[in-house]
């Protein structure tokens, strides 16, 4: 295990002025499913950077070509053009001893129901040639990390969509891999669920391990990810530090005002003047402001407007992939 | 293959559960077989053609090995036709081992070779209950085992590569209608194919199950030529191998699109 690791990083190279290595690199990826009349573009020509130790997020709505993506690096999936190095070995021969030194939790939960919980994690280790008893002991000691200690001995198919998911995460880790890739790692979960895998994501983090996930979760992203990508229809919109994108796309801060009769195009004509900025949704309109205050004494001057209600609020990636596609993230 | 092993090693895991259910399976399915038509089917046979009248031996002793070359297929079809789809779609079995170490034609290879641990497993309990019903006389009927195996796995693997294929579970029960019963039935098995009307009794020899059929009966009756059994062997190896490099690149397809 050690041993893959070590001689992933003599062959990689390092990005300029010896900053961290970088783990992921691609130049122009494409993938494309289906030929002819029914080819589909998933990811249209995107440039992607990883450096080792970071978290590296893709935010882009369902169909975006986040889980394409992820499988190309995952090498999974071939690319279809472009270039692609990962761990400093190009995915279309190197693609087993890539795998070795990753962890993969998929956007589907690939967990064996009939399995125990314990049994799921045994068996993954020695799908990466750990002995039996290394893969025993390596897996009490993710249950312990992933708080499934007690529930070692259960079916899979008893556990909740939140303990499936920390066991995908365990299982990911079974092999030390120095990246692991997480899509979606908290769709369906609900809000407790979700900060708990979070937590363990942070100390996943922490450890020194290299990161990469995908969400729609404007919010998920802003909290996990060093840096992001903005993705939208195979390609990258616009990429920086959550910061970064929101003060390069966006205001500081943003008013929501929703009409009380849920008709926006006319309220809307009339706030115009009032931001720098407004966006008109279908249920209420947002108006871009550097003073979120000012902006929302206006707009309840408006006595004429009947607006349900006024609500000033800090602008988020939301804002800023609405910027960039005109478009909200989870619809 | 050595890489493949933790494949196989997944597929014991999870059957170790049934493995009471799966023996019981093994051993009802040959006893109710052997007695039904070995000796219920066998005396009437036997008293109208006397008691080497099916090509020189009693009915128990012409169908039992045939019995043991159709026990092969099923188990073979058993083991790759749904398990490959519920591997892929249900279980998670593909989808986690395609994501670790392992390589597609591990993937593959580690399921077949479970199946052909299953398919040995089947064939020793057959042989082993047959011999108690008194079907064998040559102790040649211990090379008719492993022979049969083979026959397993030349189904085996193509039904993989036709598996992989399918999105449906349905499709898999009219395979098993219209293909794997019928050629069960009229494969020499119960009767010599030499009974079929003319032009299908051409179909039969291009089945391997016939070939299965053919070379397991002749060794259990201690009556197989070197020359006849090499081609047996060579038509069933064939179909083995290129029914794992069709499976090859259909699961390489349909595993990593
Ligand atoms: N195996 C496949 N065959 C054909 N089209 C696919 C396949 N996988 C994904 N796609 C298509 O590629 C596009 C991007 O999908 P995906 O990468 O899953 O996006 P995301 O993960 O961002 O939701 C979608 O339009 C999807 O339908
Ligand atoms: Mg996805």
């Known amino acids: ?331 | 293959m050595r890489t493949a092993l933790p494949a196989m090693e997944y597929w014991l895991l999870r059957n170790r559960r049934y493995w009471r259910t799966q023996l019981s399976a093994m051993t009802v399915g040959p006893v109710l077989y052997l007695a039904a038509l070995g000796l219920g089917v066998g005396s009437l046979v036997d008293d109208n053609v006397g008691a080497d009248g099916v090509q020189g031996v009693d009915y128990l002793a012409f169908i039992a090995p045939g019995l043991l070359a159709v026990t092969a297929m099923q188990q073979g079809f058993e083991e790759s036709s749904w398990p490959v789809i519920g591997a892929l779609r249900w279980w998670g079995s593909y989808p986690a081992q395609q994501v670790t170490s392992l390589r597609t034609r591990d993937v593959l290879t580690g399921h077949l070779l479970y199946v052909t641990v299953k398919l040995t497993a089947a064939v020793t309990v057959f042989t082993a209950i047959a011999a108690l019903f008194g079907a064998f006389d040559s102790a040649w009927v211990l090379a008719a085992a492993p022979a049969s195996v083979l026959c397993g796995v030349a189904h085996a693997a193509p039904i993989a590569a036709f598996s992989i294929t399918r999105r449906v579970e349905m499709s898999i029960a009219a395979f098993y209608r219209f293909v794997i019963l019928p050629t069960s039935l009229f494969s020499g098995a119960f009767f010599p194919i030499s009974q079929l009307p003319a032009g299908l009794e051409q179909v039969a020899y291009v089945t391997p199950l016939w070939h299965g059929v053919d070379l397991c009966r002749d060794l259990a009756l201690g009556e197989a030529t070197f020359a006849a059994s090499l081609g047996h062997v060579a038509y069933l190896a064939l179909w083995a191998v290129g029914g794992y490099l069709l499976a090859l690149r259909l699961y390489a397809r349909r595993l990593a699109p």
């Open chain 1, 1 to 331: 295990m050690s041993a893959t690791r070590d001689e992933a990083s003599t062959q990689e190279g390092s990005t300029a002025l010896g900053a961290a290595p970088a783990l992921v690199s691609a130049r122009g990826l494409v993938k494309a499913f289906g030929e002819g009349d029914k080819r589909r573009v998933a990811v249209d020509g995107i440039d992607v950077e990883v450096l080792e130790g970071e978290a590296f997020g893709f935010l882009g709505p369902n169909g975006a070509g986040k889980s394409s993506t992820m499988r190309m690096i995952g090498c999974t999936s071939p690319a279809t053009g472009g270039t692609l190095r990962v761990l400093g070995l190009d995915p279309a021969t190197d693609g087993p001893a890539i795998r070795a030194g990753l962890g993969v939790v998929p956007q589907e939960d690939s967990l064996d129901g009939e399995l125990t919980v314990r049994d799921n994690l045994v068996i993954y280790g020695r799908y990466f040639g750990l002995p039996w008893k290394a893969c025993r002991s390596r897996a009490d000691e993710l249950l312990e990390f992933v708080q499934l200690s007690d529930r070692s001995d259960s079916r899979v198919d008893t556990l909740s969509g939140g303990m499936k998911r920390r066991l995908t995460i365990a299982r990911a880790l079974v092999n030390n891999p120095r990246m692991v890739l997480l899509d979606e790692p908290t769709t369906g979960l609900d809000p407790q669920a979700r900060h708990v895998v979070w937590e363990r994501l942070f100390q996943l983090k922490r450890s020194g391990v290299t990161l990469i996930l995908t969400t729609h979760y404007m919010d998920e992203a802003e909290q996990l990810c060093d840096r992001l990508v903005v993705m939208d229809a195979g390609r990258i919109a616009a990429g920086g530090s959550p910061r970064e994108l929101i003060a390069a796309h966006c205001t500081r801060e943003v008013v929501e005002a929703r009409p009380a009769d849920g008709e926006t195009a006319r309220p809307a004509e009339v706030l115009a003047s009032l931001a720098e900025r407004i966006e008109v949704l279908p249920d209420r309109i947002l108006l871009y402001t550097d003073s979120g205050d000012d902006t929302a004494a206006a707009v309840t001057h408006h006595h004429e407007l009947d607006l349900a209600s006024v609500l000033v609020r800090r602008a988020s990636l939301e804002d800023v992939f609405l910027r960039l596609t005109g478009r909200t993230l989870v619809d």
